[in-house]
């Protein structure tokens, strides 16, 4: 089954430390995206990449990281200078090219937690 | 980067027809409109698109005027499952990066027994 793979699913991290959540597509999409997401809001963009090793930032990027060594793969970082990380974070794919379209395809979502 | 507006929220019954309808007056001639469903802790997943006039699929319709500066998402027959949210959004057909799709807060559809 294709489809985007996000874990953990649930993580707690204590105030000043960095943690990484993961992202993992066999769709062979060549976009992939982070969105945050807060109680009762719509989803904001962090980051997005179009191709490996190239990224750009998005609406909120400030206090995160990611990168995008290979087309599957595309972990964010969330770091100590993310000021209020307590959120639920959801990765996406979508294709950029091609003949069918079916918009973004989402992961299950991570829910983050600062202790 | 087009805006959509959209009901914070809608009431139903089960069995009833439910017509969400979102605006978007800058919508531009490369986009099309895409409509997706997020139940709660659980990513959009998504449910029709289009560029224009009329298409249905086995969950639902997408009613778009010749302007393109509406669009309605028709559910025929809720069921209690289908108390989610609901979003709107207009870009690139592919979601590309360059015209990133943008979420607004959606439309909260409550259905009733």
New interface residues.
Partial sequence: DGGITQSPKYLFRKEGQNVTLSCEQNLNHDAMYWYRQDPGQGLRLIYYSQIVNDFQKGDIAEGYSVSREKKESFPLTVTSAQKNPTAFYLCASSRLSGPTNYGYTFGSGTRLTVV | LAKTTQPISMDSYEGQEVNITCSHNNIATND?I?W?QQFP??????II?GYKTKVTNEVASLFIPADRKSSTLSLPRVSLSDTAVY?C?VGE??????N???????TLLAVQP
């Fill in positions: 099309y895409t997706y802790s659980q990513g959009p997943r998504f698109q979003y959004l057909r592919y979601g590309g990066a360059t990133k799709l943008i979420f607004g807060t959606g």
